[in-house]
């Protein structure tokens, strides 16, 4: 299982970007990166998912190097409703099956 | 139903009672997962099920602890005995995995809210 390694915490203010690293080495052919919010009192919530180059939503973007060994998050102009526990998870089909072990995750913390 | 269901939101027991805890997933979703969070930490793995398959149960902290599914739907997860460290909010999350293709995407989960056990 692709282990996975993120920044505990981060700081930034209101209207900046902000741009969240996970290291992945050891991530497996078939493994997909996908990313989760966490806000308190609430079970974390799909952010974006990919598997290689670049993937954009409405919320953020996942940067993915040919290597695939890391990722990057990146939330555009973040306002004090993105401060939240951000996770990186690593995961695939590998034939079905996919026990998905979260790690410690990013704590953001925007400021006004 | 519309979104992943758990009971009791709040649970409050006195040490060495036991406890269940129940999730209800979204309907078709083959893949079921529970976590335990404990103040302040990230998600603990506890165990996974995968359609009929037999379940993933490596995370489970003790013997205390079990989960069944029924019908491949509902589950229960079980605390016996219970502890102060048992203490948590235990999560479970649901996803379809039908995708036979790495390219079709990977499991997408979705949480409950979660049940938070207070053991005293």
């Known amino acids: 299982l692709a282990k996975t390694t993120q920044p505990i915490s981060m700081d930034s203010y209101e209207g900046q970007e902000v741009n969240i690293t996970c290291s992945h080495n050891n991530i497996a052919t078939n493994d997909y990166i996908t990313w989760y919010q966490q806000f308190p009192s609430q079970g974390p919530r799909f952010i974006i998912q990919g598997y290689k180059t670049k993937v954009t939503n409405e919320v953020a973007s996942l940067f993915i190097p040919a290597d695939r060994k890391s990722s990057t998050l990146s939330l555009p102009r973040v306002s004090l409703s993105d401060t939240a526990v951000y996770y990186c998870l690593v995961g695939g089909l590998s034939g079905g099956y996919n026990k998905l072990i979260f790690g410690a995750g990013t704590r953001l913390a925007v400021h006004p | 139903g519309a979104g992943v269901s758990q009971s009791p939101s709040n649970k409050v027991t006195e040490k060495g009672k036991d406890v269940e805890l129940r999730c209800d997933p979204i309907s078709g979703h083959t893949a079921l997962y529970w976590y335990r969070q404990s103040l302040g930490q990230g998600l603990e793995f506890l165990i996974y099920?995968?359609?009929?398959?037999?379940?993933?149960k490596s995370g489970l902290p003790s013997d205390r602890f079990s989960a069944e599914r029924t019908g491949g739907s509902v589950s229960t997860l079980t605390i016996q005995r219970t502890q102060q460290e048992d203490s948590a909010v235990y999560l479970c999350?649901?996803?379809?995995?039908?995708?036979?293709?790495?390219?079709?995407?990977?499991?997408?989960?979705?949480f409950g809210a979660g049940s938070r056990l207070t053991v005293l």
């Open positions: 999350a649901s996803s379809l995995t039908s995708a036979k293709d790495v390219r079709s995407g990977a499991n997408v989960l979705t």
């Open positions: 099920f995968q359609g009929n398959s037999a379940p993933d």
